[in-house]
């Protein structure tokens, strides 16, 4: 997000895919200032997944 709004704080509110429990995060840059729930997940798919096929935990 710091390209997109340098130096602002960013209040990022989603539900969780799973249980639909409310998130939310509070962000200047490149740090994270907040997570509601502390104990949320989250998830990011990579693209290079397919290139790592068989050789760990990740895949």
């Known amino acids: 997000m710091r390209w997109l709004f340098p130096g602002q704080e960013v209040l990022i ?4 895919l799973d249980c639909g429990e409310l998130i939310r995060i509070r962000t200047r840059d490149n740090d994270v200032l907040e997570i509601d729930p502390a104990t949320a997940v989250g998830y990011m798919p990579s693209p290079f997944a397919t290139s790592r096929a068989g050789t760990g935990a990740f895949n």
């Not at 509110?13 to 969780?16: D, G, H, L, T």
């Open 13 to 16: 509110e989603s539900r969780c």
